[in-house]
T-cell receptor, first 109, second 119 residues
Framework: KQEVTQIPAALSVPEGENLVLNCSFT??????LQWFRQDPGKGLTSLLL?????REQTSGRLNASLDKSSGRSTLYIAASQPGDSATYLC????????FGKGTHLIIQP | GAVVSQHPSRVICKSGTSVKIECRSL??????MFWYRQFPKQSLMLMAT?????????EQGVEKDKFLINHASLTLSTLTVTSAHPEDSSFYIC???????????????FGPGTRLTVL
């Protein structure tokens, strides 16, 4: 059974810092991996999708990497802004999506 | 990306009543939709896979008689919480599944969610 772990569970940093969120998964037989953002009480916003054959994807200040063999993915946020404050979820697609519990990120103005 | 809507966005009901949540795929026909549930401070958990024209597939521990799923058309799936109780209060999110060429390029697009509060 696939298990997804996200570290840290919570993170608070000053505005402007670069930061890394980590996601690990136990079964490397995946199709792709997605990073989502969830604002309080809201649905999910898809940030980046990395196919199993890819190593990384970039969108604006966001960069996601994937090391399928080691079961790890990272989400790199450059020059963080208060508007980046949210919960970031990693989801692994091995036929169905398995979600991590998320990293609650607070960017201090 | 695909556009997915859910209705209602928020519902408050009395214990014992039934609540229907609609999930619509607005810009493509979805043969497969998924229903998730998220309790406070928990991750999303898949409840069931909704297949157009056939019975839904439920995850272990999800009562199929309590959570009725109907996927009568390629653009609409409904989740009915029957005889709702306070412990059913949760955030329900649907997603549509789109296959693009090969299975490694499938992707899910999520609705905005429905917050159910059972008094």
């Amino acid at each position: 059974k696939q298990e997804v772990t996200q570290i840290p569970a919570a993170l608070s940093v000053p505005e402007g810092e670069n930061l890394v969120l980590n996601c690990s998964f136990t079964d490397s037989a995946i199709y792709n991996l997605q990073w989502f953002r969830q604002d309080p009480g809201k649905g999910l916003t898809s940030l980046l999708l990395i196919q199993s054959s890819q190593r990384e994807q970039t969108s604006g200040r966001l960069n996601a990497s994937l090391d399928k063999s080691s079961g790890r993915s990272t989400l790199y946020i450059a020059a963080s802004q208060p508007g980046d404050s949210a919960t970031y979820l990693c989801a692994v697609n091995g036929g169905g999506l398995t979600f991590g519990k998320g990293t609650h990120l607070i960017i201090q103005p | 990306g695909a556009v997915v809507s859910q209705h209602p966005s928020r519902v408050i009901c009395k214990s014992g009543t039934s609540v229907k949540i609609e999930c619509r795929s607005l810009d493509f026909q979805a043969t497969t939709m998924f229903w998730y549930r998220q309790f406070p401070k928990q991750s999303l958990m898949l409840m069931a896979t909704s297949n157009e024209g056939s019975k839904a597939t439920y995850e272990q521990g999800v009562e199929k008689d309590k959570f009725l799923i109907n996927h009568a058309s390629l653009t609409l799936s409904t989740l009915t919480v029957t005889s709702a109780h306070p412990e059913d209060s949760s955030f329900y999110i649907c997603s549509v599944f789109r296959l693009a060429g090969s299975s490694s390029y499938n992707e899910q697009f999520f609705g905005p969610g429905t917050r159910l509060t059972v008094l």
